[in-house]
């Protein structure tokens, strides 16, 4: 199984739709997980930490399921500028350091 | 508190000369990752240190590679004798400890002409 696996997409919505992605993970042993979000050729920014089941803010809400060893990330009301590639982050890889997945492309159209 | 820097942000090499990434971590962020990525492709897991320790290299080619991070001063890569290969975007990334959200530089463009 690979560390961290994502639906590539890419997931073209219209505005105002909601998404949502999921990732899974091989290590469960990883007690923290990050989303981050990429736009074309800049750096990734981190978009949300999930420390416990879940997290939300404001248009965004990440769930953890430990016990399948995935995470998801909601996107609701969704607006052009959310056009990027979301990025999931176990804490721990094999090795205990953060190993990205290659991400999800969203894009959404007017 | 000023974010992650890197220097330079583009970087032209010939083929055959040295490049060197420079990272200096946020305020009170012991811990550095670099990764690198290739254009239409995702960010892949260099390398990851402490101060003045390396963590873990196992994303870091065994050749013309090398990374530190002093006590004092930015983390450096370096890259020997530079081929094409290695024409990427260079991030770094740092954490105030392990298990914590990492922040990110705006990243080094390398260009080996």
């Known amino acids: 199984r690979k560390e961290v696996e994502q639906d590539p997409g890419p997931f073209n919505v219209p505005e105002g739709a909601t998404v949502a992605f999921n990732c899974t993970y091989s290590?469960?042993?990883?007690?923290?997980f990050f989303w981050y979000r990429q736009d074309c050729r800049k750096e990734p920014k981190l978009l949300m930490s999930?420390?416990?089941s879940g997290n939300e803010d404001g248009r965004f809400t990440a769930q953890l399921n430990r016990a399948s060893q995935y995470i998801s990330l909601l996107i609701r009301d969704s607006k052009l500028s959310d056009s990027a590639t979301y990025l999931c982050?176990?804490?721990?890889?094999?090795?205990?350091?953060?190993?990205f997945g290659k991400g999800t492309k969203l894009s959404v159209k007017p | 508190n000023a974010g992650v820097m890197q220097n330079p942000r583009h970087l032209v090499r010939r083929r055959g000369q040295e490049a060197r990434l420079r990272c200096s971590p946020m305020?009170?962020?012991?811990?550095v990752y670099w990764y690198r990525q290739l254009p239409e492709e995702g960010l892949k897991f260099m390398v990851y240190?402490?101060?003045?320790?390396?963590?873990?290299e196992s994303g870091m080619p065994k050749e013309r590679f090398s990374a530190e991070f002093p006590k004092e001063g930015p983390s450096i890569l370096r890259i020997q004798q530079v081929v094409r290969g290695d024409s990427a975007a260079y991030f770094c990334?740092?954490?105030?400890?392990?298990?914590?959200?990492?922040?990110f530089g705006q990243g080094t463009r390398l260009t080996v002409v």
């Open positions: 990334a740092s954490s105030p400890r392990e298990g914590t959200e990492a922040f």
């Open positions: 290590n469960s042993a990883s007690q923290s």
């Open positions: 999930v420390y416990s």
């Open positions: 982050v176990p804490e721990k890889g094999s090795q205990g350091n953060l190993i």
């Open positions: 305020k009170g962020h012991s811990h």
């Open positions: 240190l402490q101060k003045e320790n390396i963590i873990d």
